[in-house]
């Protein structure tokens, strides 16, 4: 499960999720290999969304696992070791960072890192998984959106490439820890949950409502108590309104 040891640079591609799975699709690729491209011209984000990235001044990489050892209801293990990957390196850059649910990173309300997993599954295993990051790093100016990065944070211009490695080395001790299958990494993702057991406002279904997190499942279903009872979203199910 170690990644980092080989590594592609891409000039541009359309999306590093995408050249990650062809290059799967045709077996050419060694599980832990990191493809990272300088711009993504279609580069994907959750939901459908797109992810949009300055080229040359951000982090955009994608990693291949094989043999990943998960049943598929515990799927969000991978999500969560990737968050706390993530927390874990902002951390070495003096950034105090939150995961929202289910795995974007926040810090002071703004959006710095955003996650795209996509595993392929095989019966009730995940088989390999094909993991996106999208991580801002020297990027100053972020038109309207509500984005930051390490530099605005610190007011430092990072290299990317030693970035690239502090999280490597925060991923791969992580997964050395054994922590994927530790009962101690739900409590750890939720100690670094944004409104993790506080008011906020979101919409469901039924529409808007104040509501709060009062837990997060192994299988990585949100809690959220909504009136005075808890109800049990699933993802894309409830949505985050601030
Ligand atoms: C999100 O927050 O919606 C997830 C964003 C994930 C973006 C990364 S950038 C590298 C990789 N390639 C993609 O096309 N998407 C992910």
Not at 108 to 124: A, C, D, R
Not at 194 to 216: C, H, Q, S, W
Not at 227 to 236: A, E, I, Q, R, S
Request: hydrophobic share 40%; aromatic share 10%; net charge negative.
């Amino acid at each position: 499960m170690e990644i980092g040891r080989k590594i592609i640079h891409l000039n541009t591609v359309d999306s590093t999720n995408n050249y990650t799975a062809n290059l799967v699709k045709q077996g050419e690729i060694v599980s832990g290999t990191v493809i990272l491209a300088d711009e993504q011209t279609a580069g994907r984000g959750q939901r459908a969304a797109n992810w949009h990235s300055s080229p040359g001044q951000n982090l955009t990489f994608t990693f291949f696992l094989d043999n990943v050892n998960l049943s598929v209801d515990r799927q969000f293990a991978l999500s969560q070791i990737v968050a706390l990957g993530l927390v874990e390196l902002l951390k070495r850059y003096q950034v105090d960072a939150d995961i929202k649910w289910p795995n974007d990173i926040y810090v002071k309300g703004k959006k710095i890192s955003g996650v795209l997993i996509e595993n392929q599954l095989q019966g009730q295993q995940v088989k390999s998984s094909i993991v996106g990051v999208g991580l801002n790093v020297n990027q100053l100016d972020f038109g309207s959106l509500d984005a930051t990065s390490i530099c605005s944070e610190t007011n430092q211009k990072m290299l990317l490439m030693d970035v690239l490695f502090a999280f490597v080395q925060e991923f791969n001790s992580l997964v050395q820890q054994q922590f994927m299958h530790s009962p101690q990494l739900n409590e750890r993702y939720k100690a670094r949950l944004l409104y993790y057991k506080v008011e906020a406002r979101y919409a469901d279904a039924e529409g808007e409502f104040f509501g709060t997190i009062e837990d997060v499942l192994p299988d990585g279903k949100l809690v959220v108590r909504k009136d005075l009872g808890d109800v049990t979203y699933d993802f894309k199910e409830i949505e985050f309104k601030h």
